[in-house]
Every structure is written in structure tokens, then in C-alpha cells.
Nanobody, 127 residues
């Protein structure tokens, strides 16, 4: 089982992009879902996480106030809306499911506590 991230592309600085995370085979609403990114030569970084049920969210410091995360129950999709994009947002973006044993609430971006990483989608912010 893998989560599928899509929606990446080339965008100018200051622009917006919406990424989608889908999960063939299970309902995303029952799990906390996290978005991460990895830029060339850098470690993977937590971007946003949406908890199951109560909708509690956490964001990485570098995207706070610019990115939002939401869920569409009908399409079984978790979205990452990225606004005011900067060149330093350029990275491959991944979504992953928080381990069931860690609970339904997002509490951190320790990637060892997430599973079912997909292939990712490339976001390039450049003029």
C-alpha cells in the first residue's frame, strides 16, 4: 500500500499550487496524514499534518501561515494548499500515513512514525 501524491509542477515565486494525496484501498479519514518534503541535498522536512477525526493540524515553521491542509471525505483525498510560494519551497513532496500505534493526533514530524510513503511529486518554484 502506498499513498499517492500528485499536483506538483513549476510555479513562479508568489504563486500557489495545490497538492493531492490519495490512498487506494483505505479511508484517509481514519488516520493522521502528513505532508513532507525533501529538497536536493537536504534532509526530509515535515510540512503539515492533519489529524484524524478532530481535524487538529500542525505545520512546519517554514510554511506556517502560507500552507493549509484539508480533507475531502467524498473523494478520500487530503490536500496541501501552498500559497506565497518561495524558491526555497522547491522539493519533492510526499504524503504519508501516521502509524496507527502512534494515534490519530498529529504531534510531530518524526518520519519514523509515518508509513506508506509514495513516490512524491516535484514542486519547482522559479522565475
Amino acid at each position: 500500500v502506498q499513498l499517492q501524491a500528485s499536483g506538483g509542477g513549476l510555479v513562479h515565486p508568489g504563486g500557489s499550487l495545490r497538492l493531492s494525496c490519495t490512498a487506494p484501498g483505505f479511508k484517509l479519514e481514519y488516520y493522521a496524514i502528513g505532508w513532507f518534503r525533501q529538497a536536493p541535498g537536504k534532509e526530509r522536512e515535515g510540512v503539515a499534518c492533519l489529524s484524524s477525526n478532530v481535524g487538529y493540524r500542525i505545520f512546519g515553521d517554514s510554511v506556517q501561515g502560507r500552507f493549509t491542509i484539508s480533507r475531502d471525505y467524498d473523494t478520500n483525498t487530503v490536500y496541501l494548499q501552498m500559497n506565497s510560494l518561495k524558491p526555497e519551497d522547491t522539493a519533492v513532496y510526499y504524503c504519508a500515513r501516521r502509524l496507527r500505534v502512534k494515534g490519530a493526533l498529529c504531534s510531530n514530524f518524526d518520519d519514523k512514525e509515518y508509513e506508506y510513503w509514495g513516490q512524491g511529486t516535484l514542486v519547482t518554484v522559479s522565475s
